[in-house]
C-alpha cells in the first residue's frame, strides 16, 4: 500500500526558508512523479510543483524561482525547499503520487501546515 507522510511544516517569517519532506512507502519515488499541492483557508486546492522519473521539475509560476523540488532516492523521499517565503504561501501542503499509467493523482499524504507570518 502506498503511503506519503509530509513533515518540515512550521512558522516562519516573510523571507524565511523552510524544507518540506515526503518520505514515500509502497513505492519508489524514481518511477513516477511526485507533485506538491496547497490549500489555503477559503481556497481551492492548487498545484505548486512536481518532479518525474527523470527529476524534470514543474512548478506553478507564483513560486518559480523561489520553490525548489528535489528527491533523494536512497531515502526514497521528495522535498520542497521554499525560499523567499510570502505570507501568501501559508497552506496546508500536500505530496502526491501521480500514477504514471493513469496520469492520475491517485495517493495524498496527509498534509502539513506552513504558516508565513510576522
Known amino acids: 500500500q502506498v503511503q506519503l507522510v509530509e513533515s518540515g511544516g512550521g512558522l516562519v517569517q516573510p523571507g524565511g526558508s523552510l524544507r518540506l519532506s515526503c518520505a514515500a512507502s509502497?513505492?519508489?519515488?524514481?518511477?513516477?512523479?511526485t507533485g506538491w499541492f496547497r490549500q489555503a483557508p477559503g481556497k481551492e486546492r492548487e498545484f505548486v510543483g512536481s518532479?518525474?522519473?527523470?527529476?524534470?521539475?514543474l512548478y506553478v509560476d507564483s513560486v518559480k524561482g523561489r520553490f525548489t523540488i528535489s528527491r533523494d532516492d536512497t531515502k526514497n523521499t521528495v522535498y520542497l525547499q521554499m525560499n523567499s517565503l510570502k505570507l501568501e504561501d501559508t497552506a496546508v501542503y500536500y505530496c502526491?503520487?501521480?500514477?504514471?499509467?493513469?496520469?492520475?493523482?491517485?495517493?495524498w499524504g496527509q498534509g502539513t501546515q506552513v504558516t508565513v507570518s510576522s
Open positions: 502526491v503520487r501521480r500514477n504514471r499509467a493513469s496520469q492520475k493523482w491517485d495517493y
Open positions: 509502497g513505492r519508489t519515488v524514481s518511477t513516477d512523479t
Open positions: 518532479i518525474n522519473w527523470l527529476r524534470v521539475t
